[in-house]
């Protein structure tokens, strides 16, 4: 959990601050929009919900709205943690993947290789190739989590917790992995391998997700805290295979 704390004071070092503004204005804009849409849509549903019930159990009416907000939010934020989440980071994900390669670079001390925009130009197609791959990952587990979400109550959403948080790990320790070209499943077992950091850092980015205001500084905060444990706990390991030479 650690590695995700590090991301605020990374995202504050000076030669890193300017790759944050991209990331961080794409996630201020969806969260707001959002927000915006599915709070309202939340207001309209319980007080239709509500009106159904007579007016003589107005005291069923007050109970029912007093259950029902708290329980509304909680569903919503859950959901929107991952699902909106995902979303931003499609379309930040070149931008993503460069912060990743700064805050690398920042930490270690040794240029990956080509920078600048037009190396974000040049690596468009294998990134949204590889967003595809979350993407198709992704999309069956969150349609069978979401099933159980709606129809297990607490159950169903501490499920969903620990998939949005297995979730999380896997897209922002992504772009440091991909910026040294190792392949999606690769990436999948050494998360695994390390199941219980990649957990508990996908679990804080999670829950800050649901924080408001918190939530706008998650991408580029999760993107520098992931390429910290990346340097720390995967990079060693794949450096040390890449300088062994290959058999003839």
Known sequence: MSYFMSGFSLIQTKGIKRFVLVPLAINLILFITAFYFLFGQIGESITWLINLIPDWLGWLKEAL????WPLAVISVLLVFALIFGTLANWIAAPFNGLLAEKVERHLTGQSLGDEGLLSIVKDIPRTLGREFAKLGYYLPRA?????LFLLLPVIGQVIWFLFSAWMMAIQYCDYAFDNHKIGFADMKQ??????TTSMGFGMMVSVTSMVPILNFLVMPVAICGATAM????FRPQYLHQSSVPARP
């Open 65 to 68: 709205a007093f259950i029902l």
């Open 143 to 147: 349609i069978g989590f979401f099933i």
């Open 190 to 195: 050494a998360l695994q391998q390390r199941r």
């Open 230 to 233: 990346w340097v720390d706990k």
